[in-house]
T-cell receptor
Framework: EAGVAQSPRYKIIEKRQSVAFWCNPISGHATLYWYQQILGQGPKLLIQFQNNGVVDDSQLPKDRFSAERLKGVDSTLKIQPAKLEDSAVYLC??????????????FGPGTRLTVT | QKEVEQDPGPLSVPEGAIVSLNCTYSNSAFQYFMWYRQYSRKGPELLMYTYSSGNKEDGRFTAQVDKSSKYISLFIRDSQPSDSATYLCAMSGYAGKSTFGDGTTLTVKP
């Protein structure tokens, strides 16, 4: 079974520029998550999708961050404009929609963003 | 105060030692308790999850949950250098949203 794929793996941009990250979840996983992990901290949920719909985006800074999941599969996360404090690893995870397995999240390798 | 507090470490032990990793939490709605392992520059990998209180064993790993004390633990027996990583606890209510601790960095010395 192929894992969660993310690209790019690394990105360096200047503040006020825009950036986009892509995620392809495990086949058949209905739930997709985007997390932000700042160095030395645990992952913080930005947005959770179930199929095409948003389940939770309460911690997404909506003035600069946006995310979409077209056709209930791939997802993109965008930051526009970026700030210095957005420097972090952006992790995508997916989980099955069935019973206890819904709590087993499978993470991709992450995209390491540096904003200068 | 954070919903999930985790011993920050870092923790350094000799090979073969028993390791104890701990988290406390404040939200009584948490029902699922997970432990993830994260190697440097990799995404977290789920090790174990436990529903409600009790113990769960998987090979050298044992997870314990004490809901009355709002305290969870992960024990690693016969620790190996390959266990060197950051260990993250995570907790979830029925809605499926997980809240993570900030992780404990473990080094197992040969």
């Amino acid at each position: 079974e192929a894992g969660v794929a993310q690209s790019p793996r690394y990105k360096i941009i200047e503040k006020r520029q825009s950036v986009a990250f892509w995620c392809n979840p495990i086949s058949g996983h209905a739930t997709l998550y985007w997390y932000q992990q700042i160095l030395g901290q645990g992952p913080k949920l930005l947005i959770q999708f179930q199929n095409n719909g948003v389940v939770d985006d309460s911690q997404l800074p909506k003035d600069r961050f946006s995310a979409e999941r077209l056709k209930g599969v791939d997802s993109t996360l965008k930051i526009q404009p970026a700030k210095l404090e957005d420097s972090a690893v952006y992790l995508c995870a997916s989980s099955s929609n069935r019973g206890p397995s819904s709590y087993e999240q499978y993470f991709g390798p992450g995209t390491r963003l540096t904003v200068t | 105060q954070k919903e999930v507090e985790q011993d920050p470490g870092p923790l350094s032990v000799p090979e073969g030692a028993i390791v104890s990793l701990n988290c406390t939490y404040s939200n009584s709605a948490f029902q699922y308790f997970m432990w993830y392992r994260q190697y440097s520059r990799k995404g977290p990998e789920l090790l174990m999850y436990t529903y409600s209180s009790g113990n769960k064993e998987d090979g050298r790993f044992t997870a314990q949950v004490d809901k009355s004390s709002k305290y969870i633990s992960l024990f690693i027996r016969d620790s190996q250098p390959s266990d060197s990583a950051t260990y993250l606890c995570a907790m979830s209510g029925y809605a499926g949203k997980s809240t993570f601790g900030d992780g404990t960095t473990l080094t197992v010395k040969p």
